[in-house]
């Protein structure tokens, strides 16, 4: 019988993508949702094991993985991942995991000035606390990021807080292939910390360029602050990638502030082959990825 992975944010950018990359492989998988709807239907539909639980439940976890192999860590920018990662890295101990993938960010670090950046360095070591074999990725922005400003792109001008900043774009796709691979072949990737980025970098007003050229009319940057960007999203309800509205909280805004800070500082700039030297693939280009996504950025 094949192994059992439990993936945790199943129906988001990376957890999604991640269960296809699995069960493509002929692994199974244990799909753990906080609601179910059409998306969790999907991945049942796919052929994974949908399991719905909080990640904040130490006896939801502790069930989600009982007989699972490996896991995907992920928690989103809210407060609780201290919590959350105690939680799961003593219900993967209790359940001999053999390997724990847990996204962190680039930020992550101990000076961090975003409380969320802070917070998932800390997670880091409260999962290496326990012992558990565990690989932490820390990737730069997501190329998915481009999505959520489709109400700024109509009006031809994206307006935020980066500066002249650069970083290389990395597509959830080419996440989740890392992620299934590490997955899979855990032995050479345990107590691992990876930086991943995209292909190519990129600062915002190039990528605003990027877009214009996609979408076939000239989209321009303007700088702004986080707070003026808070009051113009106040009128303009912020969108994921799969198009679902997202109320922005002052934990992500705080966090949105002061990553806009390290993005300037370099925090978040650089490029390396890990993508393709783990996922066997090398990262989708930012062009590439705006054309597949071309029907999104017009809506």
């Not at 989103?76 to 209790?94: C, D, M, T, V, W």
């Not at 930086?195 to 190039?206: A, T, V």
């Not at 909280?249 to 705080?254: A, G, H, L």
């Amino acid at each position: 019988m094949s192994e059992m992975f439990l993936v945790t944010g199943s129906t988001g950018s990376t957890g999604s993508k991640t269960v296809k990359c699995l069960l493509d492989a002929g692994a199974r998988v244990r799909a753990f949702v906080h609601s179910e709807d059409e998306r969790s239907a999907a991945l049942a539909v796919q052929g994974a094991n949908v399991v719905r639980g909080d990640l904040l439940d130490f006896e939801a976890v502790c069930s989600a993985l009982e007989g699972t192999q490996g896991a995907y860590f992920v928690y989103p920018i809210r407060p609780g991942i201290l919590q959350a990662s105690a939680y799961f890295a003593q219900a993967a101990k209790e359940a001999g995991i053999k390997i724990v993938v847990n996204m962190s960010q680039i930020s992550a670090r101990r000076e961090a000035k975003s409380h969320a950046a802070q917070d998932h360095w800390i997670s880091e070591q409260v999962v290496n606390w326990s012992g558990v074999p565990t690989t932490h990725l820390r990737p730069t922005l997501f190329a998915e990021w481009a999505l959520y400003w489709t109400d700024q792109i109509k009006t031809g001008t994206l307006r935020l807080p980066f500066g002249t900043g650069k970083h290389a774009p990395i597509a959830a796709e080419d996440q989740a292939r890392v992620i299934a691979k590490i997955l899979l072949t855990p032995q050479e990737h345990k107590g691992k910390v990876y930086p991943l980025y995209g292909e190519k970098e990129y600062s915002f007003p190039e990528i605003a360029a990027e877009i214009g050229k996609v979408i076939g009319k000239p989209v321009g940057y303007e700088q702004v602050d986080a707070w003026t960007l808070k009051e113009l999203a106040a009128n303009s309800p912020r969108r994921n990638y799969q198009g679902r509205v997202q109320a922005v909280t002052d934990t992500q805004w705080q966090h949105f502030e002061e990553i806009a800070k390290d993005h300037q500082n370099g925090v978040f700039a650089g490029t390396n082959d890990l993508v393709e030297k783990i996922g066997g693939r090398r990262p989708i280009g930012l062009p590439e990825f705006l054309e597949a996504h071309r029907g999104a950025l017009l809506s």
